[in-house]
């Protein structure tokens, strides 16, 4: 028998190292690229894709090898349609020496060129292409395999910021790319909105953009607040024509297309220096952005140096992405206790020793369901790991093993309700549980804090713990009950002195004359939030009307679609809710925007206005000003904003609009170009 050296066993493990690396990343490839689930983080996926890569060197890796492609294949339910030019993904690193390495290589590549960089914050979004014939927008695609990807046109269309045209003068054939993602805000309402349904929640801005995209219905997309940024191209043909990466981004924000808010360039005579500073801004300005931003991308800014430096199979080698750690900290998880929606889903939660992470206090997170508790294996008094998902929901993404006891307690979830103890349901293809009985306290509390938040009704001093005593005396069952109570009754609560009793019912006495939008939602109409609400209060003006309006007429207003008009006809054809209607109304309830202004002129006809900050009168006032000379309010700034009237503090929409270059008002310039008096 021939003995087999040790070379021959070595060879053998590398080999078989080499298949399960393949296999394992093709794995995570698809579930990130085609499924939007992924489960391991970026750094465990780069770890595994650099040890498949080391252990390639030297050899010829097949085609069909991870290193050698480039993402997922097309799913089979889009049309696929083919890329101009390759769609190459970046080569990235944690490491600040490898991006000197990287300048370093560069440089020694054109030893006798002054280089040029530019530096953008990463986007972690799904990379899209749009592709313009003559002008006109005639396709967006996905990146699929690099060559091949997803013509998901139709939902990229219900993007508000995609030009559907571009102006003169324009290339004969243009392909723009960039990156489709969630904002902070609309990931937050978007698994808010899927926990009340029951559903799986999204694990991040990045899986929620990718499973919107997705969708086949392109209503459903319109639903979820998709935005986009561009920073490149592919296949061009016809002038203009540019020198740098930054001359082309001057084309892109001039065409109207969204572009990255902060690019640094680095053109001196040692600019590893200035990127290096640059990477350490944009570090500390990140999480100040609306997208979820996971690193900085460095690129040769030169075209002409670009097209000399070129690309391997899988990527440019005049670029890198550098990725920053996650921010993350361990802490301990005290218990795990659930919690009861105002819809009845029923959700675990982690109670943590409290920990910073991402420049705030963190002491609770959101635990999702049953499954993802026994699929991390998280246990009570486990030491976890703590991030916030998007930068805004804190989540648990990794547990302490090593550091058990054996005291750790593996979790449960209740078979009753903890609040009313009656059996809890959980609905066919559905994870979550439910309590269905609609008289639940928690519920019933739930829907109370609702209807007095400050976004809905705005009834100031009945916040959480208010409402808990009302319940708790039996002073308050239900929304209505809020306008039946009495002075004396008040008084006989803990820590509630005259002046706060009567500071309390004047803000319920407010309560009854505010604006209708605030009121419908107030209701808790799944899937409204407050454009849906303003959208439908200033189309109807009445809460009969709306209540009265069929499914095909609501699908028919803009910013609706067939989900949210489904939601309303369903609420509404409760007989619940027509009683919660009456009696509103014979509390005194203005159920209808009975002092709307009459118009007075159509001076700002055809304009679209944005309030942001804090003005002198208030938002309603100055929003009735604009309403009565035919201007048109919306709650977000975009290519379409005519105006922004900020106030004291405006915040991001005031640089929105700096960056769509909208027209600023302040209140005195508002005011003189509506010849109001001060």
Same mark, same amino acid.
Request: charge should be positive.
């Given at each position: 028998?021939?003995?087999?050296?040790?070379?021959?066993?070595?060879?053998?493990?590398?080999?078989?190292?080499?298949?399960?690396?393949?296999?394992?990343?093709?794995?995570?490839?698809?579930?990130?690229?085609?499924?939007?689930?992924?489960?391991?983080?970026?750094?465990?996926?780069?770890?595994?894709?650099?040890?498949?890569?080391?252990?390639?060197?030297?050899?010829?890796?097949?085609?069909?090898?991870?290193?050698?492609?480039?993402?997922?294949?097309?799913?089979?339910?889009?049309?696929?349609?083919?890329?101009?030019?390759?769609?190459?993904?970046?080569?990235?690193?944690?490491?600040?020496?490898?991006?000197?390495?990287?300048?370093?290589?560069?440089?020694?590549?054109?030893?006798?060129?002054?280089?040029?960089?530019?530096?953008?914050? /990463?986007?972690?979004?799904?990379?899209?292409?749009?592709?313009?014939?003559?002008?006109?927008?005639?396709?967006?695609?996905?990146?699929?395999?690099?060559?091949?990807?997803?013509?998901?046109?139709?939902?990229?269309?219900?993007?508000?910021?995609?030009?559907?045209?571009?102006?003169?003068?324009?290339?004969?054939?243009?392909?723009?790319?960039?990156?489709?993602?969630?904002?902070?805000?609309?990931?937050?309402?978007?698994?808010?909105?899927?926990?009340?349904?029951?559903?799986?929640?999204?694990?991040?801005?990045?899986?929620?953009?990718?499973?919107?995209?997705?969708?086949?219905?392109?209503?459903?997309?319109?639903?979820?607040?998709?935005?986009?940024?561009?920073?490149?191209?592919?296949?061009?043909?016809?002038?203009?024509?540019?020198?740098?990466?930054?001359?082309?981004?001057?084309?892109?924000?001039?065409?109207?297309?969204?572009?990255?808010?902060?690019?640094?360039?680095?053109?001196?005579?040692?600019?590893?220096?200035?990127?290096?500073?640059?990477?350490?801004?944009?570090?500390?300005?990140?999480?100040?952005?609306?997208?979820?931003?996971?690193?900085?991308?460095?690129?040769?800014?030169?075209?002409?140096?670009?097209?000399?430096?070129?690309?391997?199979?899988?990527?440019?080698?005049?670029?890198?992405?550098?990725?920053?750690?996650?921010?993350?900290?361990?802490?301990?998880?005290?218990?795990?206790?659930?919690?009861?929606?105002?819809?009845?889903?029923?959700?675990?939660?982690?109670?943590?020793?409290?920990?910073?992470?991402?420049?705030?206090?963190?002491?609770?997170?959101?635990?999702?369901?049953?499954?993802?508790?026994?699929?991390?294996?998280?246990?009570?008094?486990?030491?976890?790991?703590?991030?916030?998902?998007?930068?805004?929901?804190?989540?648990?993404?990794?547990?302490?093993?090593?550091?058990?006891?054996?005291?750790?307690?593996?979790?449960?979830?209740?078979?009753?309700?903890?609040?009313?103890?009656?059996?809890?349901?959980?609905?066919?293809?559905?994870?979550?549980?439910?309590?269905?009985?609609?008289?639940?306290?928690?519920?019933?509390?739930?829907?109370?804090?609702?209807?007095?938040?400050?976004?809905?009704?705005?009834?100031?001093?009945?916040?959480?713990?208010?409402?808990?005593?009302?319940?708790?005396?039996?002073?308050?069952?239900?929304?209505?009950?809020?306008?039946?109570?009495?002075?004396?009754?008040?008084?006989?609560?803990?820590?509630?002195?005259?002046?706060?009793?009567?500071?309390?019912?004047?803000?319920?006495?407010?309560?009854?004359?505010?604006?209708?939008?605030?009121?419908?939602?107030?209701?808790?109409?799944?899937?409204?939030?407050?454009?849906?609400?303003?959208?439908?209060?200033?189309?109807?003006?009445?809460?009969?009307?709306?209540?009265?309006?069929?499914?095909?007429?609501?699908? /028919?207003?803009?910013?609706?679609?067939?989900?949210?008009?489904?939601?309303?006809?369903?609420?509404?054809?409760?007989?619940?809710?027509?009683?919660?209607?009456?009696?509103?109304?014979?509390?005194?309830?203005?159920?209808?925007?009975?002092?709307?202004?009459?118009?007075?002129?159509?001076?700002?006809?055809?304009?679209?206005?944005?309030?942001?900050?804090?003005?002198?009168?208030?938002?309603?006032?100055?929003?009735?000003?604009?309403?009565?000379?035919?201007?048109?309010?919306?709650?977000?700034?975009?290519?379409?904003?005519?105006?922004?009237?900020?106030?004291?503090?405006?915040?991001?929409?005031?640089?929105?609009?700096?960056?769509?270059?909208?027209?600023?008002?302040?209140?005195?310039?508002?005011?003189?170009?509506?010849?109001?008096?001060?």
């Amino acid at each position: 028998m021939k003995k087999i050296s040790q070379q021959e066993y070595f060879d053998f493990d590398k080999k078989k190292r080499i298949a399960e690396l393949r296999h394992e990343i093709e794995r995570h490839n698809r579930l990130y690229y085609e499924e939007a689930t992924p489960k391991i983080s970026d750094r465990k996926y780069d770890a595994l894709y650099r040890e498949l890569e080391e252990l390639e060197t030297g050899t010829a890796p097949p085609p069909d090898s991870p290193t050698q492609k480039i993402g997922g294949r097309p799913l089979e339910e889009f049309h696929q349609v083919q890329h101009l030019e390759l769609m190459q993904s970046l080569a990235n690193t944690y490491s600040e020496k490898e991006v000197l390495e990287f300048i370093n290589r560069l440089q020694r590549l054109l030893p006798k060129e002054i280089l040029s960089f530019t530096l953008e914050p /990463k986007v972690d979004g799904v990379a899209i292409a749009l592709l313009y014939r003559g002008g006109h927008l005639i396709r967006a695609a996905t990146r699929g395999d690099g060559m091949t990807g997803d013509d998901v046109t139709q939902n990229v269309l219900t993007i508000e910021h995609i030009p559907r045209r571009l102006k003169k003068p324009h290339p004969e054939i243009a392909e723009i790319r960039g990156e489709v993602f969630l904002s902070h805000a609309a990931f937050a309402l978007l698994n808010t909105k899927k926990e009340e349904k029951g559903e799986i929640l999204f694990a991040n801005p990045r899986n929620a953009a990718a499973g919107s995209l997705k969708q086949l219905d392109p209503q459903i997309v319109a639903t979820r607040g998709l935005d986009v940024i561009f920073y490149g191209c592919g296949a061009w043909v016809g002038k203009p024509q540019f020198r740098t990466h930054m001359e082309f981004l001057t084309f892109l924000e001039a065409a109207g297309f969204p572009t990255p808010p902060r690019v640094w360039v680095a053109e001196s005579a040692d600019p590893a220096k200035e990127i290096l500073a640059a990477i350490h801004e944009l570090g500390k300005l990140r999480h100040h952005f609306p997208f979820e931003t996971d690193g900085a991308v460095i690129k040769a800014n030169i075209l002409a140096q670009r097209q000399a430096l070129g690309s391997t199979a899988k990527a440019p080698r005049w670029a890198i992405a550098f990725k920053y750690e996650p921010e993350r900290a361990e802490t301990l998880l005290e218990k795990i206790t659930v919690q009861v929606g105002r819809t009845g889903v029923v959700t675990p939660v982690a109670e943590l020793q409290p920990v910073l992470v991402s420049g705030s206090t963190v002491s609770r997170a959101t635990l999702h369901n049953e499954e993802e508790i026994t699929r991390k294996d998280i246990r009570e008094g486990d030491r976890v790991l703590v991030e916030k998902a998007g930068e805004v929901i804190p989540a648990i993404v990794g547990v302490r093993k090593d550091l058990r006891t054996g005291k750790q307690k593996p979790f449960h979830m209740p078979e009753k309700c903890p609040s009313c103890h009656q059996k809890l349901h959980r609905s066919p293809g559905q994870v979550a549980l439910r309590c269905s009985n609609p008289q639940c306290p928690a519920q019933i509390q739930r829907r109370l804090e609702h209807f007095a938040s400050r976004g809905a009704m705005d009834i100031d001093g009945l916040g959480e713990a208010m409402i808990a005593q009302l319940l708790t005396s039996g002073l308050v069952k239900e929304i209505p009950d809020i306008y039946t109570l009495k002075k004396e009754n008040l008084l006989q609560l803990e820590r509630m002195g005259e002046k706060s009793a009567n500071n309390l019912l004047s803000a319920i006495d407010k309560s009854r004359k505010r604006p209708l939008w605030r009121l419908i939602f107030g209701l808790g109409i799944l899937n409204i939030g407050t454009t849906a609400a303003r959208v439908l209060a200033e189309k109807y003006g009445s809460l009969k009307a709306l209540a009265s309006a069929s499914t095909e007429e609501l699908q /028919k207003i803009e910013d609706v679609g067939s989900i949210v008009a489904s939601s309303i006809r369903q609420f509404f054809s409760q007989a619940e809710s027509v009683r919660l209607m009456k009696a509103l109304e014979k509390h005194g309830v203005q159920l209808a925007d009975i002092g709307r202004p009459e118009k007075i002129d159509n001076s700002l006809a055809g304009t679209t206005w944005v309030l942001t900050g804090t003005l002198k009168v208030t938002r309603e006032e100055a929003a009735n000003w604009i309403r009565m000379r035919g201007g048109h309010i919306t709650g977000n700034v975009s290519k379409k904003t005519t105006y922004l009237l900020a106030g004291e503090e405006p915040g991001s929409k005031y640089e929105r609009a700096r960056h769509f270059k909208i027209k600023i008002l302040d209140e005195e310039e508002f005011r003189s170009m509506l010849n109001l008096s001060k």
